[in-house]
């Protein structure tokens, strides 16, 4: 069933060199955005915004570091590798499930949703885009994708609910930024989260 799914979205490519090279682009550059965007709500934001982008970037490293465990776990081989199928962009022949594209994707996702609808709602959105690339290009299985979008939820679920015990981490790290770069006094850092 796994690759039957595989077959029907991966046989969609090579037929349309815009909506390949679209593809092409989310697989390969999506978490450039979504590192663009931590950045941009961290230096345009205020405290609480650069704490909820500190939330989402611990979230997708954590995320990232169950997917090495579970790949070490349980190894499945790339589709290309176990199947003849032609790939849009080279890659290695490494473990396939979860994907770790996805699964930044959607930790990323869901921590800034969690915190901010307005911003992830259009993460989420990204997010899903580039799971369905990952599958489109051939290097992933949707189940692959499927498994990172459950890794993603669990992490950014236990982190949420583990927050007011965490908080003091990310705290640290904004009033010592704020101490050399010396935005705000520490009565308007304390009033500001």
Same mark, same amino acid.
């Given at each position: 069933?796994?690759?039957? %799914? ?5 046989? %969609? /490519?090579?037929?349309?060199?815009? *909506?390949? #090279? *679209? ?7 999506? *978490? &450039? ?10 230096? *345009?934001?205020?405290?609480? /915004?650069? =704490? ?6 611990? !979230? ?8 090495f465990?579970i ?6 081989? =790339? +589709? ?7 790939i ?6 490494? $473990?396939?499930? +979860?994907? #770790?594209?996805? !699964? ?10 969690? =915190? ?10 990204? $997010? ?6 990952? &599958? ?7 189940? #692959?994708? &499927? ?22 981490? +990310? #705290?640290?790290i ?8 010396? =935005? ?7 009033? /500001?989260?």
């Amino acid at each position: 069933m796994n690759y039957q %799914l595989y077959q029907s979205i991966h046989n %969609l /490519s090579g037929h349309s060199t815009i *909506l390949d #090279d *679209l593809m092409i682009f989310f697989t390969n550059y999506a *978490l &450039v955005i979504y590192a663009l965007c931590l950045l941009g709500i961290w230096f *345009l934001g205020g405290n609480k /915004s650069k =704490r909820m982008g500190l939330y989402a970037l611990g !979230t997708g490293i954590i995320a990232l570091a169950m997917n090495f465990v579970i790949s070490k776990i349980y190894y499945e081989d =790339r +589709p290309f590798v176990t199947h003849h199928v032609h790939i849009l962009i080279e890659h290695a022949p490494d $473990a396939s499930f +979860p994907s #770790d594209h996805a !699964t930044g994707a959607f930790a990323i996702a869901f921590a800034l949703w969690a =915190r901010n609808r307005k911003i992830g709602v259009p993460m989420i959105i990204l $997010a899903i885009i580039t799971g369905f690339s990952r &599958v489109w290009v051939g290097v992933h299985y949707p189940f #692959d994708v &499927v498994g990172s979008i459950v890794v993603a939820a669990i992490v950014a679920f236990i982190i949420c609910k583990l927050e007011r015990f965490l908080n003091p981490i +990310p #705290d640290a790290i904004i009033k010592f930024y704020n101490s050399i770069f010396g =935005r705000k006094s520490k009565n308007n850092y304390k009033k /500001s989260l």
